[in-house]
């Protein structure tokens, strides 16, 4: 490892800090080196905040070393106004000689213009260190701007039989195939997404909350499907503890297909992410539309017999995890 790859690595470790709190942002990190110390870091703030160049010059003691130092930035720094100043204005400010970036910015109000306007102002820039390291980390970010779409990521459980329901239940509400702690985690996963998708029959037979309230963090935006306006007004989806947009057949067009159409309204209202709960159909649907990122399926220790088929993925799992007696396969469609 260079030293280049030295300390973008470094910021890749104080970026993660960042998430999810930093979207519909990429998160960034940046170190300020001189004569091989560290002598400020930062990482990017929650969305509206400072940025990360911004919180790493914040730190630096001295001042005056910044005009000897080098910057090492996990993505492009911004060269644009939104709701915080651009960061190239303030390495030029600060006279800083040496950019170090890890990837450009897909975002096409920067895409370039950033290392143009620093090399523009006759600083040394070098781009491309641990590039696709610096692109995983932020993939919501960059696959919303070069794909044009969410990042979407599938969850399920099933049983050891391959449902994901029973075919009767005695009341209006979930039927628990994972442990505890399965569940917990899932409520995590739910806060690192901007949005959360289910299908009507989900709400019609289980009124889920959708919500983050086995773990501390953001309810996600509830997004439903009902094309018939089936769904009661009593449903939890309408409890007023995070936004909810339902999506009926004045938004979308059901007799075609509606994957891309739900990825077209998600884009429009500038969700990066989003987490597919179900049900069977919803989660089918996206699959064979080939519009998935990752696919987390739990597969619970009992069997159900008879009810709603589980989904059918066919792609390899690349990872597998035991949470109890909880197997968690994780798939993925990217590379």
């Not at 919180?55 to 003691?61: D, F, H, S």
């Not at 450009?104 to 213009?113: H, M, R």
């Not at 739910?190 to 953001?218: F, Y």
Request: charged share 25%; proline share 4%; glycine share 6%.
């Amino acid at each position: 490892m260079n030293i280049d790859e030295k300390y973008i690595k470094r910021c890749l470790e104080i970026a993660k800090k960042g998430l999810p709190a930093s979207m519909p942002n990429p998160s960034v990190g940046a170190v300020i080196v001189y004569q091989d110390k560290i002598i400020g870091e930062g990482y990017t703030s929650a969305y509206g905040g400072a940025h990360a160049e911004v919180n790493a010059i914040q730190t630096v003691k001295d001042k005056s070393l910044l005009e000897k130092a080098t910057i090492y930035v996990s993505l492009e720094p911004c060269s644009h106004y939104g709701k915080t100043p651009p960061c190239c204005n303030l390495i030029i400010e600060y006279k800083i000689p040496n950019i170090v970036i890890g990837t450009l910015d897909p975002n096409i109000k920067v895409a370039g213009n950033g290392i143009k306007k620093l090399i523009e102002y006759g600083k040394n820039v070098i781009v491309g260190i641990l590039e696709k390291e610096c692109k995983e980390l932020n993939r919501r970010f960059f696959t919303f701007h070069e794909k044009k779409r969410p990042y979407i990521v599938l969850k399920w459980a099933e049983s050891q039989d391959g449902f994901i329901a029973p075919k009767n239940k005695s009341e209006q509400k979930p039927v628990w195939i994972t442990n505890s702690f399965s569940r917990q985690l899932v409520h995590k996963w739910r806060s690192e997404e901007q949005s959360i998708l289910v299908g009507t029959q989900t709400v019609v037979d289980d009124n889920p909350k959708l919500n983050v309230r086995d773990w501390v963090g953001k309810n996600p935006t509830r997004i439903v499907l009902d094309q018939n306006n089936r769904i009661s007004k009593e449903s939890h989806i309408f409890d007023n503890q995070a936004e909810t947009i339902i999506l009926s057949s004045s938004e979308i067009d059901f007799s075609n297909t509606i994957a891309s159409q739900i990825c077209a309204i998600l884009y429009e209202r500038n969700l990066q992410s989003v987490l597919i709960e179900g049900g069977t159909q919803t989660l089918q649907t996206f699959i064979d539309a080939n519009l998935w990122d990752e696919a987390r399926v739990f597969k619970g220790n009992l069997f159900i017999g008879n009810g709603t088929k589980a989904p059918v993925l066919k792609s390899k799992w690349i990872e597998r995890q035991f949470i109890l007696e909880d197997e968690l396969l994780i798939f993925k469609n990217y590379d």
